[in-house]
């Protein structure tokens, strides 16, 4: 592939390109298993050629701007931020050990332009455009896997949010994006649009988060987050993304609390056939997710 080369930014092969990648990054995230030498080569190339590349960085600045003209989404602009964030975001789940840079250089390449992009955004949710909620959601997807590489919480997720106040300003920002109503409500029951992509994201990376963090000030967002999720819980006819939901709200709701919470049984059904594959994996996990951690 020789996009970089390309003088078109509109040109019909890269979006040809972005498609494929697409579709193939959705079914690698739910097989992580069905990898090959072939994707492994490509994983390597997008992350080497692209994700490191000078024009990623100087897209990833032009989003940090408040006020974005819609001519900066050019076909190229979009497979730079959208398509390769989401193949390497697919690709990580795998179990990836010879990228040529560490997790840590990893988060340390992304933190700065991705938590400035998320906060300035955050406050203009209901104006998006569709491309700039592709490329947000591409974004946080990333940045979620990169914080929970293979399965295991490291101390790479310290490099990014290095403070209390970091992590609690962008579990606020990110419970900005999520209470907006029109996304969840587009939610779907596989991991097919942008809108789902997104919440699920949010959710996962919101666990990661406070987990990681000991923070005392979420009380003052219990509220936000308990009123924010449970609307989702409602809505979403996305089970994954429903569990994810109740995930968030046991890390941050009292015992009590707790205890008024009614599951519904098709989530009860789901959690169960997640344990047993898990127990079936030789590593006994779930998508990377150790046994363990879903009977926390």
Known sequence: MHIERSTNDNDPFIAFSSQWLDNYSYFLFDNPLYTSPI??????????????????????????????SHTIFTTKFLFYIATCSSFFSSFIICEINDLSYTTDEIIQYLSEDYLEIIHVHSYTVASWSKDLLSCITKLIDVIAGCCWWNGEEKTHMEIIFRTEKIAFDHVEDLMRIISHEPFYKQVKKDRSNDETILVGSILTLSILIIRMKNMHLLSRLNATIRNAILSIIETAINDEVVLCGYGVLCEVLTDEELKDLKMADNICNYFLQMLEDAWNQIKKQYKQIPMVLLLK
């Not at 080569?41 to 080497?48: D, E």
């Not at 897209?59 to 974005?68: A, K």
Request: charged share 20%; net charge positive; hydrophobic share 35%.
């Open 39 to 68: 994707i492994d080569h490509i994983g390597h190339h997008i992350f080497n050629k692209y994700v490191l590349s000078k024009e990623y960085k100087i897209y990833l600045t032009q989003l940090r701007q408040s006020h974005l």
